[in-house]
């Protein structure tokens, strides 16, 4: 799967900060690398590559893009959320790490593959699996 990062530098340098851990160890990978990484271990999980594109919106609120894209705040104060038909993650930078990156794109995946639709629980099931290390 082709990911595409989108955000101001700003956010995208605050998303890498949360992505590279400690300030005593800090990587030296991009934060596509890091991305990348992430979304490998997820797909090794899930058991297979998804095709297609997954697009990564960096922001500092997601509720905004909520109301965009559903006409309403579906969930208060949350720190990501998946669009599962548009194949978008929309994450608030100052309230992220590896673990709810993996998560979403456990959902992304997972959903890649489906013929059908499935239960809420199950999606969250194996997302959860996603975020294990």
Not at 31 to 55: F, M, W
Not at 62 to 80: C, L, N
Not at 84 to 103: C, D, M, Q, T
């Amino acid at each position: 799967m082709n990911i595409v990062i989108q955000g101001s530098i700003e956010n995208k340098e605050t998303f890498l900060d949360s992505l590279n851990g400690s300030w005593f160890w800090k990587s030296k990978q991009s934060l596509e690398q890091i991305v990348n990484d992430i979304a490998g271990s997820v797909y090794v999980k899930i058991g297979r590559i998804p095709k297609g594109t997954c697009h990564i919106f960096l922001c500092d609120d997601t509720e905004p893009i909520q109301r965009k894209y559903y006409g309403k705040v579906v969930h208060k104060d949350v720190s990501a959320f998946a669009s599962l038909s548009r194949k978008a993650i929309i994450i608030n930078v100052n309230r992220s790490n590896k673990k709810i990156l993996a998560h979403e794109l456990g959902h992304i995946a997972f959903e890649s593959f489906l013929n059908r639709k499935v239960g809420y629980h199950l999606h969250e099931m194996v997302a959860q699996y996603c975020e294990e290390s």
